[in-house]
């Protein structure tokens, strides 16, 4: 098998980074690409091939993570259709942005989404509140626009836009953070599989890479979703602001100091 063909190393490196990645989609809703992308990168991968693979992991966890959330009642399906499709389109564009954009120019764009998103998150309330869209079609409209958009750039950086998506919700559509995680999770079904698709025709992807964190994942995002529901609102909200923190730190060593 090819799989074994790899340094045991570096084979222990993709499994384990896989589990941690898929805790943090049960818990936060995000596709664990802020986290791959970045370790991929220092395993000495090109961020565009680190791209690759943090999206098919996705596939992985973001189903996997669905379908216990559906079981169990979390997940608002008609919502998560709406961003679906919105991700859907979006994330089609994917490939056609990563092979005309520099990687440079990717990086630092990912890194003012995060900026942008740590400021819209802690602004918006943890229990969720008014919509400032109100309920009706605006909401929807919103709601399936954001997610293209999201769509767009999220895989293009190689993120499922979980991250990005969740600060829309919460702050101009007043959710909660613990309703906001399922929808990010469904969100990114549709994003990852239409953003692979576009990668892998243009050639960024790794699949035994891909295949390794993404098989890894699915035990991590089980632990996630167990962890989601014994966290209260405002705790939740916290944790997830200080892994924005994390990330912007992590991102702007790396664009200033290499």
Same mark, same amino acid.
């Given at each position: 098998m090819e799989i074994l063909s790899l340094d045991p190393l570096?084979?222990?490196?993709? &499994?384990?980074i896989g589990i941690p990645t898929g805790i943090l989609s049960g818990l936060f809703g995000i596709g664990g690409g802020a986290i791959i992308v970045p370790f991929m990168i220092l395993l000495g991968n090109d961020i565009k091939i680190a791209?690759?693979?943090?999206?098919?992991?996705m596939i992985f966890s973001s189903i996997y993570g669905s379908y216990i959330n559906y079981k169990q009642h979390n997940l608002d399906f008609r919502d998560g259709i709406y961003a679906g499709f919105g991700g859907l389109?979006?994330?089609? @564009?994917?490939? %056609?942005v990563v092979d005309t954009i520099p990687s440079r120019i990717l990086e630092g764009v990912?890194?003012? @989404?995060i900026a942008y998103s740590l400021?819209? @998150?802690?602004?918006?309330?943890?229990?969720?509140?008014? !919509?400032? &869209?109100?309920?009706?079609?605006?909401?929807? &409209?919103?709601?399936?626009?954001? !997610?293209?958009?999201v769509g767009v750039f999220a895989i293009s950086l190689g993120v499922g836009g979980g991250?990005? $998506?969740?600060?829309?919700?919460a702050y101009y559509l007043g959710y909660s953070s613990k309703r906001i995680v399922p929808i990010s999770l469904f969100f990114i079904i549709f994003s990852s599989i239409s953003g692979f698709t576009s990668l892998a025709l243009h050639g960024y992807t790794d699949y035994k890479q891909g295949f390794l964190v993404g098989i890894?994942?699915?035990?991590?995002?089980?632990?996630?979703?167990?962890l989601l529901g014994k966290?209260?609102?405002? #705790?939740? #909200?916290?944790?997830?602001?200080? +892994?924005?923190? $994390?990330? &912007?730190? @992590? %991102? +702007?060593k790396k664009i200033f100091l290499g």
């Open positions: 570096y084979l222990v490196a993709l &499994l384990a791209v690759g693979i943090s999206i098919m992991q389109i979006g994330a089609a @564009f994917s490939g %056609m990912f890194t003012l @989404f400021v819209k @998150f802690f602004k918006a309330n943890a229990e969720g509140g008014e !919509s400032r &869209l109100g309920n009706g079609i605006g909401a929807r &409209l919103f709601l399936i626009g954001g !997610s293209c958009v991250m990005m $998506l969740a600060p829309l919700l890894s994942s699915i035990i991590g995002v089980r632990i996630g979703i167990w966290i209260n609102a405002k #705790k939740h #909200k916290y944790a997830l602001l200080v +892994l924005y923190c $994390l990330i &912007l730190v @992590f %991102m +702007l």
